[in-house]
């Protein structure tokens, strides 16, 4: 089945869902997930969402957001857009209250003056500006939004449906570059259908399953990065992956994340006699920015030959943990630890992607009509390092950006013309069902393991050749496979994950220096050059 809309937005996290709402008074939106409607990483997020709500604050300020942001982001952040972003937090987040996010308030007597909301103090950030609902933050977002979404008679969200490409007027040998919409697998039929749509936005998030250990889930497979840069967008700052400093360390549930917030109530991060280690390596201790934390984490792993190292929060009294992290307590309980006794084992895993699709102001791509909002995007905010909390921030103030830019163009743009614009179908009748999927399983792993070997937390130039050099193998691979075979999620992600590698690697050899989450031991120091590394396709080609 084939559909024809205003906006096709690819992605139901807090980006999507923000954008659907924000243009669904006039306009047609279809918005496809993955896989159901909450798989993305919103969903996920323990956190919270950072932002000066009160500007009479005394003890805060949007100047300290600013300043606090762009020190994480090693001085590469976009000040201009640190800013927008800032001032705009607190619109942001009343447009979240108003939508029903439960956000937690305080216990305590407040003033007039004085916001209600208990707010937590994370990793970078100078003062305690970090809202939340308990440790699930992010549930209580994408299930406020999804609610939203599900009642208005313009949204139609389509599960199950994986986008496969964009289909452009490039493409077609027509004038110019814009899109025209996608080509979307549908995993319950296993046909592929075209959504032809007058506007696309790319809300797919990052890229994080590109590495062998991850926090993030299934889903972050680096798709909508994946899909621009075939279509001819560029990309910016791709060298630089977070990885989150605790994730659970336990074979019955990986890839669980200890959220910030944590170390913010006073949680410390020890060796497993008991000792702290992260005075020796940072004045601000386990308050240092991730990048700094992850790589101390790293190292005493390394240095002391351990398989993990300690987040230890029994200090603290056992009533006041359980109230602030019930969705950590009970996960951890499942698996034999009691948070409120004895520490937990944890270490770094691939959190989050600072680089991505290189958009403007109100979240537009180099290839018109075509918008990229959240993780797949690259708006200079995040810098060599996101600042914690900062992620749904971001989601939100540009969701609302191209939402706002979209309505205007609207008109600009017939839907009849669209319809009529001839899109062949998806042509699979020479190709054949495999019967060899553990050649896409064999790579998949592979390739995940030579990235986190290769292209971690911590680089070489050495390291880097030999990974360029598999990731070609397998590209080679993956092409001659996606020739033959009918395509499948797996295959799909496979071919996407080795594209997101491929530049994650030219990155990091593009920059020559160390600097936030991009650490090599070549290049040790840090330059006085401030540069974003930008590169586009036909540059990697020629």
Same mark, same amino acid.
């Given at each position: 089945?084939?559909?024809?809309?205003?906006?096709?937005?690819?992605?139901?996290?807090?980006?999507?869902?923000?954008?659907?709402?924000?243009?669904?008074?006039?306009?047609?939106?279809?918005?496809?997930?993955?896989?159901?409607?909450?798989?993305?990483?919103?969903?996920?997020?323990?956190?919270?969402?950072?932002?000066?709500?009160?500007?009479?604050?005394?003890?805060?300020?949007?100047?300290?957001?600013?300043?606090?942001?762009?020190?994480?982001?090693?001085?590469?952040?976009?000040?201009?857009?640190?800013?927008?972003?800032?001032?705009?937090?607190?619109?942001?987040?009343?447009? #979240?209250?108003?939508?029903?996010?439960?956000?937690?308030?305080?216990?305590?007597?407040?003033?007039?003056?004085?916001?209600?909301?208990? #707010?937590?103090?994370?990793?970078?950030?100078?003062?305690?500006?970090?809202?939340?609902?308990?440790?699930?933050?992010?549930?209580?977002?994408?299930?406020?939004?999804?609610?939203?979404?599900?009642?208005?008679?313009?949204?139609?969200?389509?599960?199950?449906?994986?986008?496969?490409?964009?289909?452009?007027?490039?493409?077609?040998?027509?004038?110019?570059?814009?899109?025209?919409?996608?080509?979307?697998?549908?995993?319950?039929?296993?046909?592929?259908?075209?959504?032809?749509?007058?506007?696309?936005?790319?809300?797919?998030?990052?890229?994080?399953?590109?590495?062998?250990?991850?926090?993030?889930?299934?889903?972050?497979?680096?798709?909508?990065?994946?899909?621009?840069?075939?279509?001819?967008?560029?990309?910016?700052?791709?060298?630089?992956?977070?990885?989150?400093?605790?994730?659970?360390?336990?074979?019955?549930?990986?890839?669980?994340?200890?959220?910030?917030?944590?170390?913010?109530?006073?949680?410390?991060?020890?060796?497993?006699?008991?000792?702290?280690?992260?005075?020796?390596?940072?004045?601000?201790?386990?308050?240092?920015?991730?990048?700094?934390?992850?790589?101390?984490?790293?190292?005493?792993?390394?240095?002391?030959?351990?398989?993990?190292?300690?987040?230890?929060?029994?200090?603290?009294?056992?009533?006041?943990?359980?109230?602030?992290?019930?969705?950590?307590?009970?996960?951890?309980?499942?698996?034999?630890?009691?948070?409120?006794?004895?520490?937990?084992?944890?270490?770094?895993?691939?959190?989050?992607?600072?680089?991505?699709?290189?958009?403007?102001?109100?979240?537009?791509?180099?290839?018109?009509? #075509?918008?990229?909002?959240?993780?797949?995007?690259?708006?200079?905010?995040?810098?060599?390092?996101?600042?914690?909390?900062?992620?749904?921030?971001?989601?939100?103030?540009?969701?609302?950006?191209?939402?706002?830019?979209?309505?205007?163009?609207?008109?600009?743009?017939?839907?009849?013309?669209?319809?009529?614009?001839?899109?062949?179908?998806?042509?699979?009748?020479?190709?054949?069902?495999?019967?060899?999927?553990?050649?896409?399983?064999?790579?998949?792993?592979?390739?995940?393991?030579?990235?986190?070997?290769?292209?971690?937390?911590?680089?070489?130039?050495?390291?880097?050749?030999?990974?360029?050099?598999?990731?070609?193998?397998?590209?080679?691979?993956?092409?001659?496979?996606?020739?033959?075979?009918?395509?499948?999620?797996?295959?799909?992600?496979?071919?996407?994950?080795?594209?997101?590698?491929?530049?994650?690697?030219?990155?990091?050899?593009?920059?020559?220096?160390?600097?936030?989450?991009?650490?090599?031991?070549?290049?040790?120091?840090?330059?006085?050059?401030?540069?974003?590394?930008?590169?586009?396709?036909?540059?990697?080609?020629?």
């Amino acid at each position: 089945m084939d559909y024809t809309t205003d906006c096709l937005v690819i992605g139901s996290g807090a980006a999507g869902l923000t954008l659907a709402l924000g243009i669904a008074k006039s306009a047609k939106v279809i918005v496809l997930s993955k896989a159901d409607v909450c798989a993305g990483s919103t969903n996920y997020a323990q956190g919270g969402i950072a932002g000066v709500y009160n500007i009479k604050d005394d003890q805060d300020s949007i100047e300290a957001h600013i300043k606090d942001t762009c020190i994480a982001g090693s001085f590469i952040c976009d000040e201009k857009v640190v800013r927008e972003v800032a001032e705009h937090a607190h619109d942001s987040i009343q447009w #979240l209250i108003d939508a029903g996010v439960p956000f937690d308030l305080k216990e305590e007597e407040k003033s007039a003056e004085q916001s209600p909301y208990h #707010l937590h103090r994370e990793g970078g950030h100078s003062h305690r500006r970090i809202f939340h609902a308990e440790d699930h933050t992010g549930k209580s977002i994408q299930e406020t939004l999804v609610a939203r979404a599900k009642e208005h008679p313009n949204i139609t969200i389509l599960e199950d449906r994986y986008a496969v490409d964009l289909i452009t007027t490039k493409k077609l040998n027509m004038p110019g570059n814009r899109v025209l919409g996608a080509y979307v697998l549908n995993e319950k039929d296993d046909q592929v259908e075209i959504i032809r749509a007058r506007f696309v936005a790319l809300c797919t998030g990052g890229a994080s399953k590109v590495y062998q250990y991850t926090c993030n889930p299934e889903v972050s497979s680096g798709d909508g990065i994946a899909m621009a840069w075939r279509a001819g967008c560029r990309v910016a700052n791709m060298e630089f992956n977070q990885f989150h400093p605790t994730t659970l360390y336990n074979a019955a549930d990986r890839n669980f994340l200890l959220t910030e917030a944590l170390r913010g109530e006073g949680a410390t991060l020890e060796r497993k006699d008991g000792t702290r280690f992260m005075p020796e390596y940072d004045d601000r201790g386990e308050l240092a920015p991730r990048d700094i934390v992850a790589r101390a984490i790293d190292h005493e792993m390394k240095k002391t030959g351990a398989d993990c190292m300690y987040l230890n929060i029994s200090h603290k009294p056992a009533d006041f943990v359980k109230k602030h992290f019930p969705t950590i307590y009970e996960r951890c309980l499942k698996v034999g630890i009691d948070i409120t006794k004895e520490p937990i084992p944890i270490v770094p895993a691939a959190h989050f992607s600072c680089g991505g699709v290189m958009v403007d102001s109100k979240a537009r791509t180099d290839i018109q009509g #075509l918008y990229a909002i959240g993780e797949v995007a690259y708006t200079g905010l995040h810098g060599a390092n996101r600042l914690a909390s900062n992620s749904l921030l971001e989601c939100v103030v540009y969701g609302q950006a191209a939402a706002k830019d979209i309505t205007q163009h609207l008109a600009d743009e017939n839907i009849d013309e669209l319809e009529q614009i001839d899109i062949p179908a998806w042509d699979d009748s020479r190709v054949s069902d495999s019967d060899e999927e553990v050649i896409i399983t064999h790579n998949w792993h592979e390739l995940r393991l030579m990235m986190w070997d290769y292209v971690g937390i911590v680089r070489t130039n050495k390291r880097l050749q030999r990974a360029l050099h598999r990731i070609n193998l397998l590209k080679k691979e993956v092409a001659d496979y996606y020739s033959h075979f009918k395509i499948s999620k797996n295959l799909l992600e496979l071919r996407n994950l080795l594209q997101v590698a491929e530049i994650i690697v030219y990155s990091a050899q593009e920059r020559k220096e160390s600097r936030g989450l991009h650490y090599s031991l070549d290049y040790p120091e840090q330059l006085p050059e401030k540069k974003v590394t930008i590169l586009s396709k036909d540059q990697i080609e020629s």
